[in-house]
């Protein structure tokens, strides 16, 4: 049987944010794993509680771009951001959001909505009011458009969405849905409907702990047993 190996990890925390280790320890983490790349894609600074923003941000983009020179030869080093959904549309993106190498959109609880159409959305998060599927990941794929997202990661977490539909939508913007190691939040219906729209996946371990950096083995299992690695672009057969 033909196997995979995913040769990038684009969705990785650290103590910048709520998670453990230092970005250096990402990187000798990913490098242990036999990794070719590796990103540091921090919460966005809208998040209330772990955002990271200002000057905290700044520093940390110094790092990244300090340990791309001192790994250069050995492992690509990225520097991401995971994007917080903000309200129906909108995003926490910086105002240099092309001196990022990725951006992650993510839906978050933590985020305080910045227009009345967000209500919507977090109605149905926080209040358990039930929201519409549909339009759910209308408002997060015209969130997507805004910031020129790359990757939305955990679809679904927190939130419903009409996967099939945003699958075609992200097909024709050239958007990757992820399947996050941490939690599977697709189906294997969804992971074929995902492959039936012509819409690429991503794998990301969206680690918190460099032990985690590089740790697939959830999302490859979902993928396995949904039979969609030919459309994993950060796996190649082994
Ligand atoms: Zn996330
Ligand atoms: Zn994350």
């Keep these: 049987m033909q196997t995979y190996k995913v040769f990038a990890d684009y969705h990785t925390h650290t103590y910048y944010s709520h998670g453990k280790g230092s970005p250096r320890d990402n990187v000798l983490s990913a490098i242990k794993r036999g990794l070719d790349l590796v990103a540091v894609s921090e919460h966005g600074p809208g998040h209330l509680t772990y955002g990271v923003r200002g000057k905290k941000l700044a520093r940390l983009n110094g790092e990244l771009a300090s340990l791309c020179r001192e790994f250069e030869g050995s492992i690509d080093v990225r520097r991401g951001l995971e994007l917080n959904v903000t309200g129906f549309g909108k995003t926490d ?33 926080l209040l358990k009011i039930k929201g519409d599927p549909h339009r759910n ?17 955990h679809p679904n977490l927190y939130l419903k969405v009409d996967i099939p539909y945003m699958a075609e939508c992200c097909r024709q913007m050239g958007i990757l849905l992820e399947v996050n190691s941490s939690r599977v939040t697709l189906s294997r219906d969804e992971l074929l409907a995902i492959k039936r729209a012509g819409c690429g996946l991503i794998i990301g371990s969206d680690a918190h702990t460099p ?5 697939f083995a959830l999302a490859s299992e979902a993928v396995s047993d949904a039979g969609v690695w030919d459309i994993v672009k950060n796996a190649r057969p082994e």
């Design 211 to 215: 032990e985690r950096v590089g740790d």
């Design 93 to 125: 993106c910086p105002a240099d959001r092309d001196a990022y190498d990725v951006i992650i959109l993510g839906y978050h609880k933590g985020v305080a909505p910045v227009n009345r159409l967000a209500l919507h959305i977090w109605g149905e998060s």
């Design 137 to 153: 990941a209308e408002g997060i794929l015209a969130a997507a458009e805004s910031c020129r997202a790359d990757i939305i990661s």
